[in-house]
T-cell receptor
Framework: GAVVSQHPSRVICKSGTSVKIECRSLDFQATTMFWYRQFPKQSLMLMATSNEGSKATYEQGVEKDKFLINHASLTLSTLTVTSAHPEDSSFYIC???????????FGNGTRLTVT | AQTVTQSQPEMSVQEAETVTLSCTYD???????LFWYKQPPSRQMILVIRQEAYKQQNATENRFSVNFQKAAKSFSLKISDSQLGDAAMYFCAYRSHNNNDMRFGAGTRLTVKP
């Protein structure tokens, strides 16, 4: 089946630094990838939709200058949390689909802790 | 905008018994997809079952089945012969036919008692 790899699984960074999270589709081409954020004991909230070769579409309330998304190839999308603050600490999950109308395949998520 | 509601924050079931998780949604669209995802402690999102809105027949995957009531905008998940490994958070999700993104409910934490 389709596999999505997300790296790193855990990261701790200091306040003010930037962190990059990678999302790769290992055995399929993903023209569209999605980035979600999940707070403890809460649901997944869509942050942005990443389309290969074009700018990401951000959900209302998500700062595009803070959460930089790059989808430079059909198998890789990156989320960079810039100038991280403790309130950015959360669980970030990416997902991708291979063909239209197929279910989303999720990465294993990244737990970000900003100290 | 579409919304997905899971009214049961927590549910509990005895091993080998059956449990039903509720989900309702709000949409003005006629063509869409519904999903149930399982999220165990590992946090990995695992697809349990999907339903296309244009199909009247309820989807079934082994011990998992849904009761899809389109007019009522209801999409419940039934887990039969519950196993300890079924314990997890379960999320109901909606995706419209034309859009790519998926909207999730708040989740239901299922506990399976031995």
């Amino acid at each position: 089946g389709a596999v999505v790899s997300q790296h790193p699984s855990r990261v701790i960074c200091k306040s003010g630094t930037s962190v990059k999270i990678e999302c790769r589709s290992l055995d399929f081409q993903a023209t569209t990838m999605f980035w979600y954020r999940q707070f403890p004991k809460q649901s997944l909230m869509l942050m942005a939709t990443s389309n290969e070769g074009s700018k990401a579409t951000y959900e209302q309330g998500v700062e595009k200058d803070k959460f930089l998304i790059n989808h430079a190839s059909l198998t890789l999308s990156t989320l960079t949390v810039t100038s991280a603050h403790p309130e950015d600490s959360s669980f970030y999950i990416c997902s991708a689909r291979d063909v239209e109308n197929s279910p989303l395949h999720f990465g294993n998520g990244t737990r970000l802790t900003v100290t | 905008a579409q919304t997905v509601t899971q009214s049961q924050p927590e549910m509990s079931v005895q091993e080998a018994e059956t449990v039903t998780l509720s989900c309702t949604y709000d949409t003005s669209e006629s063509d869409y997809y519904l999903f149930w995802y399982k999220q165990p402690p590992s946090r990995q999102m695992i697809l349990v079952i999907r339903q296309e809105a244009y199909k009247q027949q309820n989807a079934t995957e082994n011990r998992f089945s849904v009761n899809f009531q389109k007019a009522a905008k209801s999409f419940s998940l039934k887990i039969s012969d519950s196993q300890l490994g079924d314990a997890a958070m379960y999320f109901c999700a909606y995706r419209s036919h034309n859009n790519n993104d998926m909207r999730f409910g708040a989740g239901t934490r299922l506990t399976v008692k031995p």
